[in-house]
């Protein structure tokens, strides 16, 4: 079974400082991709980043960062110059390469910005 | 690009009545869809998986019959909800992919429905 584990439910974090939101995960897949979503008030599920686990290169996208270490089944997100704009839920997903486009999402970080 | 419109987005009805929730890929098509349940500050809990041309694929714990799931072409998927009572009051998301690779889900705005 998939599972997929975000052990801090809640996160706060001074405004332009920066955040590491942590996720493990539990496959026994070799190829495998891993995303981070993040969900504002209004609901709406918003991509954040990306990772193919083939790819030994963490990603990043302008403040959003990832540590990727797949010995340790691990995906963190590190969010750096937080803004308040950044204060969402954030839920890491999983999704193994060929057997469909099922995802597997963990319990989800509460991030709040204090300005 | 990738644009997933779902509608209502706000229901509210009572107690017995049938909902029906449309999801819309607009610039793609999705020749599958998927169907979430999400319970205030709680993860997204997959319902069902969406076919297009086929019968849905209901997770364990999901009544089929409660949860009547059509998927009538590659741009639409609808979920509606059969009889409903105030425990079925959630909040509900659709999501697609416009392929079976590395494309990311595309999530819908969500539903929010509340039975009386």
């Known amino acids: 079974a998939q599972t997929v584990t975000q052990s801090q439910p809640e996160m706060s974090v001074q405004e332009a400082e920066t955040v590491t939101l942590s996720c493990t995960y539990d496959t026994s897949e070799s190829d495998y991709y891993l995303f981070w979503y993040k969900q504002p008030p209004s609901r709406q599920m918003i991509l954040v980043i990306r990772?193919?686990?083939?790819?030994?290169q963490n990603a990043t996208e302008n403040r959003f960062s990832v540590n990727f270490q797949k010995a340790a089944k691990s995906f963190s997100l590190k969010i750096s110059d937080s803004q308040l704009g950044d204060a969402a839920m954030y839920f890491c997903a999983y999704r193994i390469t060929f057997t469909g486009n099922q995802f597997y999402f963990g319990t989800g970080t509460s991030l709040t910005v204090i300005p | 690009g990738a644009v997933v419109s779902q509608h209502p987005s706000w229901v509210i009805c009572k107690s017995g009545t049938s909902v029906k929730i449309e999801c819309r890929s607009l610039?793609?098509?999705?020749?599958?869809m998927f169907w979430y349940r999400q319970f205030p500050k709680q993860s997204l809990m997959l319902m069902a998986t969406s076919n297009e041309g086929s019968k849905a694929t209901y997770e364990q714990g999901v009544e089929k019959d409660k949860f009547l799931i059509n998927h009538a072409s590659l741009t639409l998927s609808t979920l509606t909800v059969t009889s409903a009572h105030p425990e079925d009051s959630s909040f509900y998301i659709c999501?697609?992919?416009?392929?079976?690779?590395?494309?990311?889900?595309?999530f819908g705005d969500g539903t929010r429905l509340s039975i009386l």
């Open positions: 999501s697609a992919s416009k392929d079976a690779t590395n494309q990311p889900q595309h």
């Open positions: 610039d793609f098509q999705a020749t599958t």
């Open positions: 990772q193919e686990a083939y790819k030994q």
